[in-house]
Nanobody, 124 residues
Framework: QVQLVESGGGSVQAGGSLRLSCAAS????????MGWFRRAPGKEREGVAR????????VDADSVKGRFTISQDNAKNTVYLEMNSLRPEDTAMYSC?????????????????WGQGTQVTVSS
């Protein structure tokens, strides 16, 4: 059973930075994709960033390109989301997710394991 535990959320002023962490357990090998999603109040869940196993490739949603970075520490089975230049519209519940890659790629629909989420609040 894949388990994901997020940490690092909190409140910050606009322009500030936060780093989210996601500790993963329950799977072996490099055929799992890891990703970050967010859901703002009244909005649908949005895929923010994802990382491909082994190669470390990343794909970011247009709304966060240039500000957010996803990375992984394979030795610690941990994925990070570095968030810079935060804006009030980044306020949301952020969730870590995992899923088995499909022929080495990570389409958004393959994510089927979820963490409990961590709240990020950005004030203006």
């Amino acid at each position: 059973q894949v388990q994901l535990v997020e940490s690092g959320g909190g409140s910050v002023q606009a322009g500030g930075s936060l780093r989210l962490s996601c500790a993963a357990s329950g799977y072996t090998g490099n055929n799992y994709c890891m990703g970050w999603f967010r859901r703002a109040p009244g909005k649908e869940r949005e895929g923010v960033a994802r990382i491909r196993p082994g190669s470390g490739s990343t794909v970011d949603a247009d709304s966060v390109k240039g500000r957010f970075t996803i990375s992984q520490d394979n030795a610690k089975n941990t994925v990070y989301l570095e968030m810079n230049s935060l804006r009030p519209e980044d306020t949301a519940m952020y969730s870590c997710a995992a899923g088995r890659s499909r022929f080495g790629v990570c389409p958004w629909e393959i994510f089927n394991y979820w963490g409990q989420g961590t709240q990020v609040t950005v004030s203006s």
